[in-house]
Structure formats: C-alpha cells, structure tokens
Nanobody, 124 residues
Framework: QVQLVESGGGLVQTGGSLRLSCAAS????????MGWFRQAPGKEREFVAAISWSGGSTSYRDSVKGRFTISRDNAKNTVYLQMNSLKPEDTAVYYCAARGSRYLSTWWSDYDYWGQGTQVTVSS
C-alpha cells in the first residue's frame, strides 16, 4: 500500500513557475514508477509526465516538453514536477500516481495509487 500526498499547487501568472511535490509513504517507493496527471474542469484526465523507478527514464506529453521536468529522490520518497513558463491551458488539478512496476507508463489505467490532487491555476 502506498499513500501519496501532493503539495505545491497555487495561483501563478502566465510565464511563472511552480514546483509540485508528491510525498509517498511506504518502504518500497523506489520500486514504483511515478507519474503526474492533470484534469481540467469538463475535460478528461490526461498524462503530463512519468519517471521510471531509478529516474533513468522519463516521458512527457508534447505540450509540456521543454517547460516541465519530472524528477525523484528515492531517499526522500518524493517525486517532483518543476513547471516553468506556465500557460493558462496548464490550469488543472494535478495528481501524482504510483505504478506497481519499475517501468513508466503514460496511461492512467496502469497506475495503482493516486494522491488527492493539488490545484494549479495560471492567470492570463
């Protein structure tokens, strides 16, 4: 069982930055691939970024490439999402997820555990 708690969301102007954190409970954090997903009002949940168990592999949706960076610190049981050059279309609730595999996936259905979400709002 893994419990995930996100933090770091908030209100920021266009072009600003935020860093989301996701703290995980449990001793086997390093065995899990981790992902970030988001959901805007009236829209489906969508993949944002993912990272393998070691951090050696990452993946991003096209619209955030070059702006967002996913990373993890297995010693701290934490995964991060650094978001730069934010745009109004990035506004959503951001969810952290853990997959019971060392290998990342871009499909939300492949993830086993989810956090409660943190709101990110980018004003124009």
């Amino acid at each position: 069982q893994v419990q995930l708690v996100e933090s770091g969301g908030g209100l920021v102007q266009t072009g600003g930055s935020l860093r989301l954190s996701c703290a995980a409970s449990g001793r086997t954090f390093s065995s899990y691939a981790m992902g970030w997903f988001r959901q805007a009002p009236g829209k489906e949940r969508e993949f944002v970024a993912a990272i393998s168990w070691s951090g050696g592999s990452t993946s991003y949706r096209d619209s955030v490439k070059g702006r967002f960076t996913i990373s993890r610190d297995n010693a701290k049981n934490t995964v991060y999402l650094q978001m730069n050059s934010l745009k109004p279309e990035d506004t959503a609730v951001y969810y952290c997820a853990a997959r019971g595999s060392r290998y990342l996936s871009t499909w939300w259905s492949d993830y086993d555990y989810w956090g409660q979400g943190t709101q990110v709002t980018v004003s124009s």
